[in-house]
């Protein structure tokens, strides 16, 4: 299925997928994370429940320090 | 637009700021001398002298809350400018309260942790409120790796990839970058929904 990541098409194998096997797939094993799908935040319970179908656009907002 | 068009404008906008130190100490600068009518500033720590190489405060500020000094600081620019200094740490449970009345609310935390907790409770209670976030500045160069990314009401300047470390200290130049950019932003989000309101009112 094709869905958008941070603004970039990606092609992904099924039709879909939770939060927690986007973020293994993509390998963004950061922790701290902000996770949006079509524009509305997905709260860490949610992670593995949360699916992303096809033509989604998911944001994944990886926090570093510094400011 | 000229000068006192934009101003007549920014004077009636409130700017929420989290966090007093390099983004937000530069960022809260760049607005009050635009004129944005109201600053809403927030940080619970004081001056120090690590601080001088890129917050925007003098070596005579070193031991008072930072909130204070910044809040001198505009008032000499510009005394016209509104400033609300609160010296507190900010929560989950106080965000709303705090940023409620602002048009626009600026992420300038340090630590990641804060960063999320700001991000994700703006984006719960006030998901159509747009938040400009400051996001890896860290070092020095690479001046064409700091961009800006757009996400619905989230903004996100920065490069997204250097985080602070002893080896990588945040300096003025590259952080001062970070802080204009996101004050480069409200002013773009202030001035067009301005723009938009007048389009439809006419």
């Not at chain 2, 500033?41 to 070193?62: C, H, K, M, P, W």
Request: neutral net charge; contains cysteine.
């Amino acid at each position: 299925m094709r869905i958008t990541v941070n603004n970039r098409v990606e092609e992904l194998k099924g039709d879909r997928l939770t939060v927690s096997e986007l973020l293994k797939v993509k390998n963004f094993t950061f922790k701290m994370l902000v996770i949006k799908i079509n524009g509305k935040l997905i709260e860490k319970p949610q992670y593995d429940s949360a699916a992303i179908a096809e033509g989604d656009d998911v944001q994944v907002l990886h926090l570093i320090s510094g400011g | 637009m000229t000068f006192d068009q934009i101003k007549s404008i920014l004077s009636t906008k409130t700017v929420g700021i989290a966090g007093c130190g390099g983004l937000g100490s530069n960022c809260a600068v760049a607005l009050a001398r635009v004129g944005v009518g109201r600053l809403i500033i927030a940080d619970f720590d004081s001056v120090s002298e690590g601080n001088l190489n890129r917050q925007y405060f003098f070596r005579d500020q070193i031991g008072l809350l930072k909130t204070q000094a910044l809040k001198e600081n505009i008032r000499r620019i510009d005394s016209s400018v509104m400033v609300e200094a609160l010296a507190m740490k900010l929560t989950k449970g106080n965000i709303p309260a705090v940023f409620s009345s602002c048009d626009v609310v600026v992420e300038a935390f340090d630590r990641a942790g804060e960063k999320e907790m700001l991000i994700e409770t703006m984006l719960r209670f006030f998901p159509g409120k747009p938040l400009v976030v400051g996001l890896g500045m860290a070092g020095w160069g690479k001046s064409e790796l700091i961009h800006l990314r757009k996400s619905d009401n989230l903004y996100i300047c920065g490069d997204e990839l250097s985080e602070v470390s002893e080896e990588l200290p945040p300096l003025a130049p590259r952080v001062g970058m970070v802080a204009n950019m996101q004050a480069n932003v409200v002013l773009e989000i202030l001035l067009s929904i301005t723009n938009y309101e007048l389009r439809i009112k006419n």
